[in-house]
């Protein structure tokens, strides 16, 4: 349960929902080099390091943000797909441009905004559409990573869950978008 008893950082005040992401984005690019030597740049090693840091560095900004106790239970992991988004805290994307460029089952196509009215876009994890982490890669492709891109699950307005009979996910430029912290009970 979330409370409304927590700490207020003012400074926080001045500081957007999607400057708290894009931070996290910078950190994940400044970092992920320094993962690559040691062989923790994808897999489970990646998946325990990002998951806390992006709870810490982006959930707990929000905490401190908006005055709301969170814990790990109460939000959406980073990377994690739910069978409903409704009662969770999570992040929602909003498109800043009429005209998108779209990155889905592995190619680019220009999506309207209006295509996405009736659903919540939901921000899922930053990478580069191409390399999939959490499953592994080999160590050269490493070096292509990137976090500039959005992996966003599409789900229903309505029920916070997936349209049909499956989940639709998609990436769209970071620099595209603008993102909102839904505090769902």
């Known amino acids: 349960m979330k409370l409304i008893n ?9 500081v957007t929902d999607t400057e708290i992401l894009i931070n996290f984005s910078n950190a994940l690019n400044s970092l992920y080099p320094y993962l690559i030597p040691i062989n923790a740049f994808a897999y ?6 990002v998951v806390p840091l992006f709870y810490e560095m982006v959930y707990q900004s929000f905490s401190y943000k908006y005055g709301i106790t969170l814990t790990p239970k109460d939000v959406h992991a980073y990377e994690f797909t739910l069978s409903s988004y409704h009662g969770k805290c999570h992040i ?14 592995f190619e680019w196509v220009n999506v309207s905004k209006e295509h996405f009215e ?6 899922k994890s ?12 080999k160590k050269e492709q490493a070096a292509q990573v990137h976090f500039n891109y959005v ?6 307005e309505e029920t916070g ?8 996910t998609i990436y769209i430029p970071a620099k595209d978008l603008d ?4 505090a769902d009970d």
């Open 6 to 14: 927590h700490g207020v950082e003012d400074d926080l005040s001045y």
């Open 44 to 49: 489970d090693a990646w998946d325990d390091i």
């Open 92 to 105: 929602e994307c909003y498109p800043i441009k009429e005209s998108l460029a779209v990155f889905t089952n």
């Open 118 to 123: 009736g659903t919540l876009l939901i921000f």
């Open 126 to 137: 930053f990478g580069d559409g191409i390399n999939f982490l959490t499953g592994g890669i």
């Open 151 to 156: 992996e966003i699950e599409i789900v229903s």
């Open 161 to 168: 869950s997936k349209r049909g009979n499956e989940f639709e």
């Open 179 to 182: 993102f909102v912290f839904i």
